[in-house]
T-cell receptor, first 114, second 113 residues
Framework: AQSVSQHNHHVILSEAASLELGCNYS??????LFWYVQYPGQHLQLLLK??????LVKGIKGFEAEFIKSKFSFNLRKPSVQWSDTAEYFC????????????FGGGTRLMVKP | DTEVTQTPKHLVMGMTNKKSLKCEQH?????MYWYKQKAKKPPELMFV???????INESVPSRFSPECPNSSLLNLHLHALQPEDSALYLC????????????FGPGTRLTVL
């Protein structure tokens, strides 16, 4: 079974700082990759997704992620964070042998100081 | 309409109560999911319905009983729950053919006394 690791559990940044959140997965086959965000008191929302094609994908709110197959990674980036980016971020993977099942990483809690 | 709705938003129940959580989507999705999310943890998959049939049960205790009455509705019936079952219960839906992202509802915050 695949696993997903998010190595940064808590990240604290000042506004305008750059952000990179790590995500690594363990499955060697074809994967679909996602980043979800959960703002305080709100539901999970999709930030971006990768299915195929250009490994650099752009999502909402200025976020992007790069799929590096050789490193089994799908790191999330944003060049300049805002206070409103304070949230929990989850990386999720769907493997081609897992039907519709998503495996979530443990999450990264981001706090942006104004 | 790209929304998944869940009712109620909050539910407090005793260990002997029977209650139900409801989920609805009108996106034409034929796969629907129940997840359990504890505080500061990722969602854990409980059940998957595909074309109104239960396709995955992740070894969930029988005190949780899912039901999919039609392609737009998903219920989770609760009976004789334990305090450790207190959590946020999330519903999600997705297209069934070819993988697509799951759309999540806002969840029901359940407290078992």
């Amino acid at each position: 079974a695949q696993s997903v690791s998010q190595h940064n559990h808590h990240v604290i940044l000042s506004e305008a700082a750059s952000l990179e959140l790590g995500c690594n997965y363990s499955y060697g086959g074809t994967v679909n990759l996602f980043w979800y965000v959960q703002y305080p008191g709100q539901h999970l929302q999709l930030l971006l997704k990768y299915f195929s094609g250009d490994p650099l994908v752009k999502g909402i709110k200025g976020f992007e992620a790069e799929f590096i197959k050789s490193k089994f990674s799908f790191n999330l980036r944003k060049p300049s964070v805002q206070w409103s980016d304070t949230a929990e971020y989850f990386c999720a993977v769907n493997a081609d042998n897992a039907g519709n099942m998503l495996t979530f990483g443990g999450g990264t809690r981001l706090m942006v100081k104004p | 309409d790209t929304e998944v709705t869940q009712t109620p938003k909050h539910l407090v129940m005793g260990m002997t109560n029977k209650k139900s959580l409801k989920c609805e989507q009108h996106m034409g999705h034929r796969a629907m999911y129940w997840y359990k999310q504890k505080a500061k943890k990722p969602p854990e998959l409980m059940f998957v319905y595909s074309y109104e049939k239960l396709s995955i049960n992740e070894s969930v205790p029988s005190r949780f009983s899912p039901e999919c009455p039609n392609s737009s509705l998903l219920n989770l019936h609760l009976h004789a729950l334990q305090p450790e079952d207190s959590a946020l219960y999330l519903c999600a839906s997705s297209q069934e053919r070819g993988y697509n992202e799951q759309f999540f509802g806002p969840g029901t915050r359940l407290t078992v006394l």
